[in-house]
């Protein structure tokens, strides 16, 4: 869908973008969003750009009580080159209709999703940031817009996409974060929306985040809701972890998010040759290989942390310390392969990243 399909109605104040070395994470955002609206009997229908700004809704509004809403994260990059690249977003686009699935809300035409994002990112591209870490983050987001107090899926919603130049995630970069293992609170348990990416899962991580953050963990790993044993997600990010010469990571079970960059991970590490098993694996597991030394690296992977290593965990008042502290040799390997294929600066083998002018 060319970037002309969809009516623009250009921002008269158009603002300067911040310095590259400035950004940090989801602050900041571009001149212009794309809207779509949905109406029971109608479809999804006019389809905009417009200029960045506040929505107007009804206290009633169900989303506001309800929580029936959806997101998904992914990045343009801008290379050396100049070109700027958006990492797969047709697979960004397909998540997000999985998510519309858990939540009872329409399908988009995941065709369309992707030409927003390409035609807005198109409109606002001298937002994309440059510098080497930074990268102009996308978030497609579908909200429950129908003003009622009953229980039950709306019948309008309000499709909109938000662009804004971002740094790192996390305030350690590329360091190594602390991660303390939830004992007590729960994320998300199978059968719930722990696959979707809907803001009730993000609410549900906050209080056991708070318990960590005082703690002085940057996040939290949090276990399977039933036993307590197994280990599910970080909430921003999948979790990895090598065993002597085995890449664990937990399956995708239905209470934890299909990461885009856990995929490409995972292909990446098969593509190397690693054994990479998708498993359960067991908290117990994981304390005995850190007391063995067999723990040698473990990684979180996500759109916005990329990939992240975990210097050191908690569980069970303790610090259990991995691999000195330092990035690991393998996290290293996996970084520098996906951020090649993001700025262009190294091979993509899987047709990953596609340029804007494409
Ligand atoms: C992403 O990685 O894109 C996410 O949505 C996670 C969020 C914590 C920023």
């Known amino acids: 869908m060319a970037l002309s399909k969809f009516p623009i109605t250009k921002n008269a104040n158009p603002k ?70 958006i990492f797969r977003g047709a697979d960004h686009s397909a998540r997000l209709n999985r998510s519309a699935g858990y939540l009872c809300i329409p399908q988009l035409d995941p065709e369309v999703v992707e030409a927003s994002i390409r035609a807005l990112v198109g409109v606002d591209q001298h937002w994309v940031p440059s510098l080497a870490g930074t990268s102009l983050y996308i978030r497609p987001t579908v909200i429950a817009t129908e003003t009622f107090l009953g229980v039950h899926p709306s019948a309008s919603y309000l499709y909109y996409v938000i662009l804004g130049p971002v740094g790192a995630y996390y305030p350690e ?90 995929d490409s991970a995972l292909r990446l590490l098969r593509d190397w040759g690693l054994r990479v098993s998708e498993r359960e694996i067991g908290i117990d597991e994981v304390i005995a290989a850190a007391k063995d030394g067999t723990l040698k690296e473990m990684w979180g992977t996500g759109t916005a942390a990329v990939v992240s290593p975990v210097g050191e965990l908690g569980y069970q008042g303790q610090r259990h310390v991995i691999n000195g502290g330092r990035i690991g040799e393998m996290t290293q390997r996996l970084y520098d392969a996906i951020v090649g294929v993001q700025y262009g600066t190294g091979p993509d083998p899987h047709g990953w990243a596609r340029t804007i002018g494409d």
Not at 19 to 28: H, Q
Not at 202 to 223: C, F, I, M
């Open 16 to 85: 300067q973008p911040p310095a590259d070395e400035t950004l940090s994470f989801g602050k900041v955002f571009t001149d212009h969003m794309f809207l779509m609206n949905y109406d029971a009997g109608q479809g999804w229908h006019d389809p905009r750009i417009v200029p960045y700004g506040p929505f107007t809704l009804d206290p009633a509004t169900c989303v506001l009580h309800y929580g029936q809403a959806i997101f998904d994260g992914l990045k343009a990059f801008r290379g050396p080159d100049g070109q700027i690249r």
């Open 173 to 262: 970069g590329i360091n190594p974060v602390r991660i303390l293992v939830s004992e007590q609170h729960v994320r998300a348990v199978k059968g719930g929306l722990g696959a979707a990416k809907t803001a009730a899962n993000y609410a549900a991580s906050l209080y056991g985040a708070e318990a960590a953050n005082k703690q002085g963990y940057t996040q939290v790993l949090w276990l399977d809701g039933v036993h307590h044993r197994y280990l599910d997600e970080v909430g921003t990010m999948n979790i990895m972890l090598r065993i002597g010469d085995e890449v664990i990571t937990p399956a995708l079970n239905g209470a934890i998010l299909a990461g885009i960059t856990r």
